[in-house]
C-alpha cells in the first residue's frame, strides 16, 4: 500500500510510459470529476470526459470532440463511444440516491459497464475512486457495492489503481450548517479523527496515478482533525460562539435502527453511511495544500453573497 511520502517524493517510482495518450473520465461533472479535468487541463494531457449532458463540460471550456454524451449505467450507450484512451479514471457513484437508482446500479453496475467496454476497447489502466476503510465496510450498501466493483477490476487483468480518500472537503459542509444555525450535534466525545482531502489536492493524486504502479493508494487531506476541531473551525468560520452537543453513542444505534425500519432503501443508505462513519476514526496519510478552515471561510463568503 502507498504511503504519500513515496508516492510523490520518489521518482523511482514513476512509470515512465511515453506511449500513454488519452485519458477517458467518468463522473466528469461531479465534485471530483470536475477537479480531475481541470488538472488534466493544466497538464496538458490529453482526455475525453463522460457525461449524461454536454452542458457543464461545455461550460468549463472543453471542445465537442472532448466530450463523450453517455448513460453509464446504460451498458449499450457506452458500446463503442471511444477509441485510443490508455487510461479511464472513474469517480462514478452516488453519496444520494435518486431516480429510482441503486449503489448497485450505480457505484457497481455502472462502472462494470465502464470496465467491460475498457477491456473491450484495449483500455491500459483503469483508476477508481473508492473510500477509505470500504473494504471493512461491506455491510453498509454504499460500501457493499463499490468493494464489489473493486474485486471486478482487481481480477479484470487490467493494470488498476484503487484511491481511497478519507472523505472529501464537501462531505465536511455538514458542520458548516450546523455551525452557521448556531450548535452543532456530535455522537460521542468528539475525539474522532478523520483528515478529508480538497478536491483539487486529490485531482492531483488521481491524475498522478496514471504514471505510479502502486495499486492502492489511501490518501487524506494535510490536516489530521478531531470532529472536535473542525465544528470549532466552523464556529470561527461563521463568527458565532461554539455551541457542542455531545450526543450518547447510544441514540446514534437506536436511530440508526429506526432509520433502517422507517425510511425507505433509497434514503437510508446515506444515513446508513454517515451514522457509521461518524464514530469511525477516517484518518489516511495525509497530502496536499487545502486547509479545512479556509474551505470553511470561503464557503461563508460565498454563502453572502445569495
Known amino acids: 500500500m502507498a504511503s504519500t511520502s513515496s508516492l510523490y517524493h520518489q521518482s523511482t517510482k514513476i512509470k515512465k510510459n511515453r506511449n500513454m495518450k488519452k485519458v477517458l473520465v467518468a463522473?466528469?461533472?461531479?465534485?471530483l470529476g470536475s477537479y480531475i479535468v481541470k488538472e488534466l487541463v493544466d497538464r496538458q494531457i490529453d482526455f475525453q470526459a463522460i457525461a449524461r449532458s454536454a452542458h457543464k463540460l461545455t461550460a468549463a471550456g472543453l471542445a465537442p470532440s472532448q466530450i463523450i454524451e453517455a448513460q453509464v449505467t446504460n451498458k449499450e450507450s457506452l458500446a463503442d463511444r471511444w477509441t485510443g484512451v490508455d487510461v479511464v479514471i472513474s469517480t462514478v457513484g452516488i453519496t444520494r440516491q435518486k431516480d429510482g437508482l441503486t449503489y448497485m446500479d450505480v457505484d457497481y453496475q455502472a462502472n462494470k459497464n465502464l470496465l467491460d467496454e475498457a477491456i473491450k476497447q484495449g483500455v491500459k489502466k483503469f483508476i477508481y475512486i473508492s473510500v477509505l476503510q470500504g473494504d471493512k465496510l461491506t455491510h453498509l450498501k454504499i460500501c457493499e457495492a463499490k468493494e464489489?466493483?473493486?474485486?471486478?477490476l482487481e481480477q479484470s487483468g487490467l493494470d488498476y489503481c484503487i484511491i481511497r480518500p478519507s472523505g472529501f472537503f464537501s462531505d465536511m459542509a455538514a458542520f458548516f450548517n450546523m455551525a452557521n444555525s448556531g450548535r452543532v450535534y456530535l455522537f460521542g466525545d468528539g475525539t474522532t479523527k478523520v483528515n478529508p482531502i480538497h478536491g483539487a489536492d486529490l485531482a492531483k493524486v488521481c491524475v498522478d496515478a496514471i504514471f505510479h504502479e502502486e495499486q492502492v493508494i489511501e490518501v487524506g487531506g494535510p490536516e489530521i482533525l478531531t470532529h472536535q476541531q473542525i465544528a470549532e473551525a466552523a464556529f470561527s468560520a461563521v463568527e458565532k460562539p461554539v455551541k457542542i452537543t455531545h450526543i450518547p453513542d447510544w441514540v446514534r444505534r437506536a436511530l440508526l435502527r429506526l432509520a433502517g425500519v422507517f425510511m425507505s432503501k433509497t434514503k437510508f443508505g446515506?444515513?446508513?453511511?454517515?451514522?457509521?462513519?461518524?464514530?469511525?476514526?477516517m484518518a489516511a496519510p495525509p497530502y496536499g495544500h487545502h486547509t479545512l478552515s479556509a474551505f470553511f471561510i470561503k464557503t461563508k463568503k460565498q454563502s453572502s453573497w445569495f
Request: proline share 5%; net charge negative; glycine share 10%.
Open 270 to 281: 446515506p444515513v446508513e453511511f454517515f451514522l457509521n462513519v461518524m464514530t469511525m476514526d
Open 27 to 31: 463522473g466528469s461533472t461531479g465534485y
Open 148 to 152: 464489489r466493483f473493486v474485486k471486478e
